[in-house]
Protein backbone atom coordinates (compact mmCIF):
# COMPACT_ATOMS: atom_id res chain seq x y z
CA UNK A 1 0.00 0.00 0.00
CA UNK A 2 3.14 2.19 0.33
CA UNK A 3 3.80 2.02 -3.15
CA UNK A 4 0.24 2.85 -4.06
CA UNK A 5 0.20 5.88 -1.91
CA UNK A 6 3.48 7.33 -3.00
CA UNK A 7 1.97 6.48 -6.50
CA UNK A 8 -0.41 9.09 -5.62
CA UNK A 9 1.37 11.84 -3.98
CA UNK A 10 0.31 10.60 -0.75
CA UNK A 11 2.41 10.62 2.18
CA UNK A 12 0.87 7.92 4.42
CA UNK A 13 -1.55 5.22 3.47
CA UNK A 14 -3.86 6.52 6.30
CA UNK A 15 -5.67 8.42 3.60
CA UNK A 16 -5.84 6.16 1.32
CA UNK A 17 -7.29 3.38 3.54
CA UNK A 18 -9.72 6.14 5.06
CA UNK A 19 -11.57 7.17 1.55
CA UNK A 20 -10.70 3.56 -0.03
CA UNK A 21 -11.41 1.44 2.25
CA UNK A 22 -12.35 -1.92 0.02
CA UNK A 23 -10.10 -1.13 -2.38
CA UNK A 24 -6.92 -0.85 0.07
CA UNK A 25 -7.71 -4.38 1.82
CA UNK A 26 -8.38 -6.15 -1.91
CA UNK A 27 -4.63 -4.08 -2.55
CA UNK A 28 -3.62 -5.84 0.28
CA UNK A 29 -5.15 -9.21 -0.29
CA UNK A 30 -3.71 -9.85 -3.34
CA UNK A 31 -0.31 -8.75 -2.47
CA UNK A 32 -0.46 -11.20 0.70
CA UNK A 33 -1.25 -14.49 -1.64
CA UNK A 34 1.47 -12.81 -4.48
CA UNK A 35 3.79 -13.16 -1.82
CA UNK A 36 2.79 -16.40 -0.21
CA UNK A 37 2.88 -18.35 -4.09
CA UNK A 38 6.44 -16.79 -4.67
CA UNK A 39 7.55 -18.03 -1.50
CA UNK A 40 5.52 -21.69 -1.80
CA UNK A 41 7.57 -21.36 -5.11
CA UNK A 42 10.89 -20.71 -3.82
CA UNK A 43 10.62 -23.17 -1.08
CA UNK A 44 9.57 -25.88 -3.87
CA UNK A 45 12.69 -25.13 -6.42
CA UNK A 46 14.95 -25.44 -3.22
CA UNK A 47 13.21 -28.83 -2.32
CA UNK A 48 14.00 -29.64 -6.06
CA UNK A 49 17.30 -28.57 -5.63
CA UNK A 50 18.24 -30.21 -2.78
CA UNK A 51 17.03 -33.92 -4.17
CA UNK A 52 18.81 -33.17 -7.34
CA UNK A 53 22.26 -33.05 -5.25
CA UNK A 54 21.04 -35.51 -3.43
CA UNK A 55 20.84 -38.08 -5.95
CA UNK A 56 23.49 -36.94 -7.33
CA UNK A 57 25.92 -37.51 -3.54
CA UNK A 58 24.29 -41.00 -3.63
CA UNK A 59 24.97 -41.92 -6.75
CA UNK A 60 28.84 -40.76 -5.83
CA UNK A 61 28.36 -43.00 -3.11
CA UNK A 62 28.51 -40.28 -1.44
CA UNK A 63 26.57 -39.72 2.31
CA UNK A 64 23.62 -36.94 1.63
CA UNK A 65 24.52 -35.24 4.74
CA UNK A 66 22.73 -31.05 4.79
CA UNK A 67 26.57 -29.75 5.14
CA UNK A 68 27.43 -31.73 1.77
CA UNK A 69 24.51 -31.22 -0.07
CA UNK A 70 24.83 -26.88 1.13
CA UNK A 71 27.97 -26.69 -0.66
CA UNK A 72 26.05 -28.25 -3.80
CA UNK A 73 23.60 -24.93 -3.19
CA UNK A 74 23.18 -21.87 -5.16
CA UNK A 75 21.89 -20.50 -1.61
CA UNK A 76 24.67 -22.47 0.32
CA UNK A 77 22.88 -20.60 3.50
CA UNK A 78 19.34 -21.87 2.69
CA UNK A 79 20.29 -25.13 3.91
CA UNK A 80 19.13 -23.93 7.57
CA UNK A 81 15.15 -23.08 6.06
CA UNK A 82 12.81 -25.35 7.94
CA UNK A 83 11.39 -26.56 4.86
CA UNK A 84 14.91 -27.34 3.35
CA UNK A 85 16.07 -29.26 6.52
CA UNK A 86 12.66 -31.51 5.85
CA UNK A 87 13.92 -32.20 2.16
CA UNK A 88 16.37 -33.52 3.34
CA UNK A 89 15.35 -35.10 6.01
CA UNK A 90 13.01 -36.93 3.27
CA UNK A 91 15.49 -37.63 0.48
CA UNK A 92 17.85 -39.18 2.70
CA UNK A 93 15.15 -41.41 4.04
CA UNK A 94 13.92 -42.24 0.86
CA UNK A 95 18.05 -43.13 -0.13
CA UNK A 96 18.20 -45.29 2.54
CA UNK A 97 20.14 -43.59 4.89
CA UNK A 98 17.58 -43.02 7.15
CA UNK A 99 15.29 -45.07 9.27
Not at 27 to 36: D, P, V
Not at 71 to 80: D, M, Q, R, T
Request: aromatic share 8%; with cysteine; hydrophobic share 35%.
Amino acid sequence: MQEVAKRFGKKSVHSLDKHFPDLCSAISARYANYRQESRTKRVEKLRQEVRKVAFHLHSEEIEPTASRISVFLKSPGSILQKEVVEAVCEVRRELGWEK
